[in-house]
């Protein structure tokens, strides 16, 4: 603690003949960018405890930093041996990926990390349990990565942002329709379109209206499952 006054130079050159002013005390202590959930029931934005859904619009929230260009959040299941992290460019982490998701009824501890001036300030900040609880109301909907016998396939990939084909299999047979949503990495909704679909299958072109470059999902929905693919613009 260091007791501070300030002068200012008035009158002839110099300070010679310049009073200090009242002086106060100032702490100094070693700068941390430590972060965590925010843990605050009254906040739209309370993130620490709480229980989410995964793979589809629900969202968690650090405490921003100030200077900070990346967030890094860090989700541990220490009995199953699991540790998936997420890095985003927002204090916001939408729980929406497909490499390791997250398992419906399992809790996670979770902690965060920044990126200021180039430097991850490590996991210094206090951890938080988020459960994640899938609504039950539609027990038969499932997740699942494309592969080469099931799901969706898009080419090209990656693709210049205008146009992708898309080809589905393994889809409800009895399903007429089917809705396209493509996402960004934040969870935002890029665009929405609902196609025809015969005897569990679909092969179709995708105006993508110029997309920037990035990496977006894209969730194909028959009305009993969801299957999602990465797709990446490259400009």
């Known amino acids: 603690v260091y007791f501070v006054r300030a002068r200012v130079d008035q009158g002839l050159p110099g300070f010679a003949d310049d009073h200090y002013g009242p002086g106060c005390e100032l ?7 430590c972060t965590a959930l925010i843990d605050n029931p009254a906040s739209n934005t309370h993130s620490c405890g709480v229980t989410r859904t995964f793979g589809g619009s ?9 200077g900070a260009t990346m967030y890094r959040f860090r989700f541990t299941n220490a009995a199953a041996g699991f540790v998936r992290t997420i890095d985003r460019p927002s204090y916001v982490c939408a729980l929406n990926w497909i490499t390791l998701p997250l398992v419906n009824g399992t809790t996670y501890t979770v902690d965060v990390e920044v990126l200021v001036g180039g430097v991850w ?7 938080c349990e988020l459960t994640i609880g899938n609504a039950p109301a539609r027990p038969e909907l499932r997740v699942a990565e494309a592969s080469a016998t099931t799901g969706i396939r898009l080419f090209p ?8 084909t898309l080809i589905a299999s393994g889809l409800d047979s009895e399903a007429t329709t089917a809705t396209v949503t493509i996402v960004d990495l934040r969870g935002t909704v890029i665009g929405t379109r609902t196609i025809p679909s015969g005897e569990g299958a679909i092969n179709t072109v995708l105006d993508l209206q110029g ?5 977006y999902l894209v969730r194909l929905s028959d009305g009993t499952q969801d299957h999602i693919q990465r797709l990446v613009i490259q400009r």
């Open 157 to 164: 990939n990656p693709n210049n942002g205008e146009r992708v």
């Open 121 to 127: 300030s490590g996991y210094c900040g206090p951890t």
């Open 27 to 33: 702490g100094m202590t070693a700068e941390t960018n």
């Open 211 to 215: 997309l920037a470059s990035g990496m």
């Open 58 to 66: 629900s969202k968690i929230w650090a405490q921003p930093v100030n």
